[in-house]
């Protein structure tokens, strides 16, 4: 791995294709129509903290209204772009990944997601009419993904055998819920070709909250880390959603169900455009393995609250193993 130095302080690391990087069109694909398909959203959450779904609820239309505001809004000129404000942490960033030094050939707007739908004022920075239609494709959007959120965590409850449905879902569908949602833009970086490298578009993390859903257009770049270290290319599906486990689950789950450390390598010839949900839970929710799946296991996780955790992962690297301050010794 080399290093593209822009300044000092501001690097993003080159990938140099390895043998390591498998492609692998066999991810575990789950139908959400089809019976049975509890059991393998538990069986793809325990082998890879990941899974991809079809037959979803959301339609196409949606996801494509979202997409084209989103690169209509980043196919603005820098100065209209950064009129969006400083992400801290939310609101327009360029190549900027949190605020501990963390840089990726990404520029995103990340927006906090409560019970309220966002309005249009807080997207002051376009002009009214265009700050309207942007807002009303991105609650339609929102509102759709967070079904899916809620649907998805059922059947994760189901599938693992625990009575109380909801025991997941009623914390990104609770009022108080504390979720995100982020539009990230990889633009193509040519040079690449020339070099045959890839350029680290969003370095390897774990998601904190409950569960990410991912739609992106067709342009590949997503990886996940297996369990041997290696990485794994997840073919692009425009009309699909990847879904996967994030600290928090694995913390409910007692680390049945894997946060999986992901990643997105920038492509030297065409754009990515990605819109994620992150399904958080209240910032007072008290975290802990669930007792009906210790089973006699010792936790292996102290308790904490989901604004303790927020504000230790807000401070850390990316990169960071965000839940060993949280594991029991
Ligand atoms: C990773 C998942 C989400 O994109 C995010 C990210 C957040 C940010 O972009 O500000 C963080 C990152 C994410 C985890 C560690 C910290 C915080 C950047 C970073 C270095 C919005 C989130 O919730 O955590």
Known sequence: MVVLANTPTEQISIIKPQKAHVHFSNIPIIDLSKPGCEIAIVKALEDFGFFKVTNHGVSKEIMSKLEAEAVKFFSLSQVEKDKAGYPNPCGYGNKRIGGNGDFGWVEYLLFEINSKPISSTSLGFLREHCASLFCSALNEYISSV???????????????????????????????????????????????????????????HTDPQLISILRSNNTNGFQIALKDGGWLSVPPDEGSFFINAGDILQVLTNGRLRSVKHRVLTNGSKARV????????????????????????EKKYIDFTWADYKKAAFKSRLADNRLALFERE
Do not use: W
């Open 146 to 204: 967070r079904k899916l959120s809620s649907n998805v965590l059922e059947l994760m409850a189901q599938g693992l055998g625990i009575k109380q449905r909801d025991i997941f879902s009623k914390l990104v569908t609770s009022q108080e819920s504390d979720s995100m949602f982020r539009l990230n833009h990889y633009p193509a970086c040519p040079l690449l070709k020339e070099l045959n490298c890839n350029l680290t578009g969003f370095g390897e």
């Open 274 to 297: 990605s819109m994620i949900f992150f399904g958080g839970p209240p910032l007072n929710q008290m975290i802990t393995p669930l007792p009906q799946l210790l089973k006699g296991e």
